[in-house]
């Protein structure tokens, strides 16, 4: 049972390019979520999905985008990569009210 | 502005006595209360809940206790381990939490042996 599987690990893109954060999860859990984690703070909402085919903003939506065409996927896009985005992104997933169940992050540097 | 505070950025505690983290919430909308644990280079991992119909919520080593009319809840350790040397996030959600958690800053906690 893999849990929520995050790639790539690590990764350096150059400002204006663009990419595409994959997250899949195989606990049939129909709530998923993007966080990023910038050094010193909380992790802060993105996007989430309550089930495929929804989506809908979070906290810091701008410059990113998702789509859920299936229950098990959730991959975050970044169109015009800023210095900006530079982050720690996490993606997550659960039932409903209860535990979330984190990946093991993606590390992102824009240059 | 920060819905949930944790203002203790870091915590040094010695081995085998009680760890104490804290954290306070403004949104009177929160029922439900997380804490996770997070290593290095890791995702967090879920700890221990609250729901704010209870005071208090125990699991071996680690109980949380909330505190509703001070709009503050509490994680303690006992005893604590060199292993609990981590970052504690606390988290809450309003309304089954479908919409997310929000975080606070976390602490860094440092069991010394």
């Known amino acids: 049972n893999a849990g929520v599987t995050q790639t790539p690990k690590f990764r350096i893109l150059k400002i204006g390019q663009s990419m595409t954060l994959q997250c899949a999860q195989d606990m049939n859990h129909n709530y998923m979520y993007w966080y990023r984690q910038d050094p010193g703070m909380g992790l802060k909402l993105i996007y989430y999905?309550?089930?495929?085919?929804?989506?809908d903003k979070g906290e810091v939506p701008n410059g990113y985008n998702v789509s859920r065409s299936t229950t098990e996927d959730f991959p975050l896009r970044l169109e015009l990569a800023a210095p900006s985005q530079t982050s720690v992104y996490f993606c997550?997933?659960?039932?409903?009210?209860?535990?979330?169940?984190f990946g093991q992050g993606t590390r992102l540097t824009v240059v | 502005d920060q819905q949930v505070k944790q203002n203790s950025p870091s915590l040094s505690v010695q081995e085998g006595r009680i760890s104490i983290l804290n954290c306070d919430y403004t949104n009177s909308m929160f029922d439900y209360f997380l804490w996770y644990k997070k290593y290095p280079a890791e995702g967090p991992t879920f700890l221990i809940s609250?729901?704010?119909?209870?005071d208090k919520n125990e699991d071996g080593r680690f109980t949380v206790f909330l505190n509703k009319s001070a709009k503050h809840l509490s994680l303690h350790i006992v005893p604590s381990q060199p292993g609990d040397s981590a970052v504690y996030f606390c988290?809450?959600?309003?309304?089954?939490?479908?919409?997310?958690?929000?975080f606070g800053k976390g602490t860094h906690l440092i069991i010394q042996p």
């Open positions: 988290a809450a959600s309003d309304g089954g939490g479908a919409d997310g958690l929000t």
């Open positions: 997550a997933s659960t039932l409903l009210e209860g535990e979330a169940f």
């Open positions: 999905s309550v089930g495929a085919g929804i989506t």
């Open positions: 609250i729901s704010s119909i209870k």
